[in-house]
């Protein structure tokens, strides 16, 4: 009888140790963001419509139907950007973000760390891009990620901008942006900028980094583009380069909430009026 409660007791740890492995293993590969990325982009969508001012607020539109995380690297432009309305029938939903960046042949797209990268494309590889910049470690440990955000921020000044100093810096942001905030604990190592702020957005509620660079550029102090934030636009020259963390939904080219998704045309609050707004949001070309 001991042998039979001891064999048995063996088997029992025996199936607890492989069920723990495999549980391990799978759950894994299920939480990992480039897995969920995958699976999303390869699903079939019956029926799709898109109707945008541009090619960002289409991607915008995009992330927030699908729950895609992207990391835009944007150009500002006194020639608009071509309008894009589109209808889709049976398409996968890496055809349907395909398609949307066509419309704009300057512009390429990519995946990374379980995140989309859309960039002009002179832009991704320059080695005036501080995204570019190396980071040796960064950490968080229980932290906020919009918090976190603004500690990469300063880190990325004080790199690109020798002239500033912490006390100089400000906080880019708005209330917006910051309510869709969570707790996060991770530690990388030897990664660029852009590899951090894609970990910031899949830690997070927020769906898209975005860095908006001016249609003739300048340079820092150390030689890198200068960016600037749709929420903070007045920040100092000292104070740059800057980005922003936006939730699902929000508009970066009216600079406001959409709503209205899967549904074709970007709607917002306003377009709900019957009487056009006396104010017109700034728009982002």
């Known amino acids: 009888m001991a042998s039979e409660v001891t064999i048995s007791m063996h088997t029992v740890k025996c199936l607890m140790i492989i069920g723990t492995l495999t549980t391990a293993l799978w759950g894994k590969n299920a939480i ?3 897995v969920r990325l995958d699976r999303e982009l390869h699903m079939t969508v019956e ?18 139907d699908f729950q895609v995380p992207i990391g835009v690297e944007w150009q500002l432009s006194r020639v608009p950007y071509k309008p894009i309305n589109m209808k889709f ?4 939903v890496f055809q349907i973000l ?11 797209f990519g995946e990374s760390n379980g995140v989309i990268h859309l960039s002009r494309v002179t832009l991704t590889d320059d080695k005036r891009n501080f995204l570019n910049i190396q980071i040796d470690n960064f950490e968080l440990s ?4 919009f918090h976190a955000n603004n ?3 300063r880190l990325v000044v004080a790199l690109a901008n020798h002239s500033t100093s912490k006390q100089e810096l400000g906080c880019a942001g708005s209330s917006v942006v910051a ?3 969570k707790v996060a604990s991770f530690s990388v190592h030897s990664v660029a900028v852009r590899d951090i702020l894609d970990r ?7 769906s898209i980094w975005l860095v908006t660079f001016p249609e003739i550029p300048s340079l820092t102090p150390n030689g890198f583009f200068a960016s600037i934030s749709v929420f903070s636009p007045n920040l100092s020259e000292s104070e740059l380069p800057a980005w922003d963390l936006l939730l699902p939904g929000y508009d970066p080219v009216r600079k406001q909430m959409g709503i209205g998704w899967k549904q074709g045309s970007w709607l917002n609050e306003n377009d709900r009026s019957a009487s056009a707004p006396s104010d017109t949001p700034d728009r982002l070309q």
């Open 89 to 92: 029938a049976k398409t996968s």
């Open 98 to 108: 395909a398609a949307i960046v066509a419309v704009e042949p300057t512009y390429t």
């Open 47 to 64: 029926t799709y419509s898109v109707e945008a001012e541009n090619l960002l607020q289409a991607v915008a539109k995009f992330s927030a």
């Open 151 to 153: 500690r990469l921020r």
């Open 32 to 34: 990992t963001p480039q």
């Open 179 to 181: 309510a869709g905030d």
């Open 200 to 206: 910031l957005i899949t830690s997070s509620g927020f």
């Open 142 to 145: 229980s932290e906020y990620v």
